[in-house]
């Protein structure tokens, strides 16, 4: 067996249980997104990078739905987002400024 036919065996397996994970009735999503790490992240064809990629965003989109924390949900879509889209992102400079806002009293002091 080649280096070259391993190498396929080796991500069509992991295509194969990051699917296997996700169809399961009990999934574990971060799971599925690391075994398509390896697969998104290597010299594949095209069609299975697209299929890793599809399958990594849909895991990243129920690993949102179920946080409880905003900002870790906001990551997790965006990320889908991108991995779907093909685009990153680059972080934007809040206009706001930081730290916690100014409350002025509506009452006035005597």
Do not use: F
């Amino acid at each position: 067996m080649t280096d070259r036919s391993r190498g396929r065996l080796r991500w069509r397996g992991l295509l194969a249980a990051a699917q296997r994970e996700y169809d399961a009735p009990a999934p574990h999503y971060d799971k599925v997104i690391e075994l398509l790490d390896e697969v998104v992240g290597a010299a594949v064809p095209r069609a299975a990078r697209r299929s890793a990629q599809a399958l990594q965003a849909l895991a990243l989109t129920q690993l949102a739905h179920s946080a409880d924390y905003g900002p870790l949900r906001a990551v997790y879509l965006t990320a889908a987002r991108e991995l779907s889209t093909g685009t990153l992102t680059a972080p934007r400079a809040s206009a706001a400024p930081s730290g916690p806002p100014a409350h002025r009293s509506a009452c006035r002091p005597r």
